[in-house]
């Protein structure tokens, strides 16, 4: 079976947690291999936000383990206070992603000291988790880093392909066309949209695309919307000169142009007509899509 990336990545920031643990005589590396193993996510901001909750829980547990421990190391009594004060601090600072890992570091500082010091031992397991933290974000930025806009590249490019036969069999085919599939779809990319938006920023190198994402969703949205108002039309109009002339531009298909008097529902058929062609030439010019189907 294939290994998958993330586990190879996740493999490298354990090795390099313990090269730097033996290198710089840091005695155990497991708190900084258990820190690298949660914060490798499958995206860099994902890492961070991982990270951030796991540091803020150590941060939390030393904090309170270190009172407890100093106080009475082992007390059944204040383990049990603090373990509800670990709680508490958590849910104050409304971050409950971290409450877990808090309990754990409060109880490892408070029931594993071993005579060891106890401020030591507290602030090395935030040392430790730090160091953790780091190396899994450094190693899912620079090795072999998620092609994030491959994927939505692919997907925008169905989505535009979609439409653009969609479009065509609306002006060609006088039946009516369904809309569901192309709004699902507006919806789906959407979503994918946000969820790689804060990834591009943190990768400066791909945060030019950004402005491309967003032009292709709202060209797409523009689109959808005119198809909308003509699917709603109680009939289908005729085409004009000028949308009959750009469509046989467009398309590699000869559309038939009527001379006649344009009634209202022409008129407004024409309108949403224009506004189409208009955003797949702008989809033309930003993405490049083929303009002979």
């Known amino acids: 079976m294939k290994l ?4 190879i990545k996740t493999g490298i ?11 710089f005589n840091m005695g155990s590396a497991m708190y900084a291999c258990l820190a690298a193993i949660i914060s490798m996510q499958n ?21 309170v383990g270190f009172i407890c421990a100093s106080i009475m190391p082992e007390s059944a009594i204040l383990s049990g206070i603090g373990i509800m004060s670990v709680i508490h ?19 490892a500082i408070m029931l594993k000291l071993e005579g060891q010091s106890v401020i030591v031992y507290s602030f090395s397991r935030i040392i430790d988790t ?15 880093p998620p092609k994030y806009f491959e994927k939505i590249d692919e997907k925008y490019k169905e989505i535009v392909n979609d439409i653009f036969l969609l479009f065509k069999d609306e002006v060609s085919k006088n039946k009516p066309i369904d809309l569901s599939k192309i709004n699902k779809d507006i919806s789906n990319f959407e979503k994918l949209v946000d969820t790689y938006i804060e990834e591009f920023r943190v990768r400066k190198d791909e945060e030019v695309e950004i402005e ?3 032009k292709v969703l709202n060209e797409c949205k523009k689109i959808y919307f005119n198809l909308e108002i003509i ?3 109680d009939d289908q109009g005729f085409l004009n000169k000028e949308n009959c002339n750009n469509l046989n531009k467009l398309y590699n298909f000869r559309f038939e142009y009527l001379d006649y008097d344009e009634g209202d529902l ?3 058929y024409n309108y949403h007509i224009k506004n189409i062609i208009n955003s797949i030439h702008t989809l033309n010019k930003t993405i490049g899509i083929c303009t002979i189907i």
């Open 4 to 7: 998958g990336m993330r586990t």
């Open 13 to 23: 920031a354990v090795f390099l947690c313990v090269i730097v643990f033996e290198i």
């Open 43 to 63: 995206t860099v901001i994902s890492s961070f936000k991982a990270g951030k909750n796991r540091m803020i829980g150590t941060t939390i547990g030393a904090f």
């Open 89 to 107: 601090i958590s849910n104050i600072l409304k971050s409950k992603e971290s409450l877990s890992i808090a309990g754990v570091v409060f109880c």
């Open 130 to 144: 730090f160091i953790g933290i780091a190396i899994a974000i450094l190693v899912n930025y620079f090795v072999a």
């Open 212 to 214: 491309k994402i967003r």
């Open 231 to 233: 699917a709603s039309l």
């Open 266 to 268: 022409d008129i407004v």
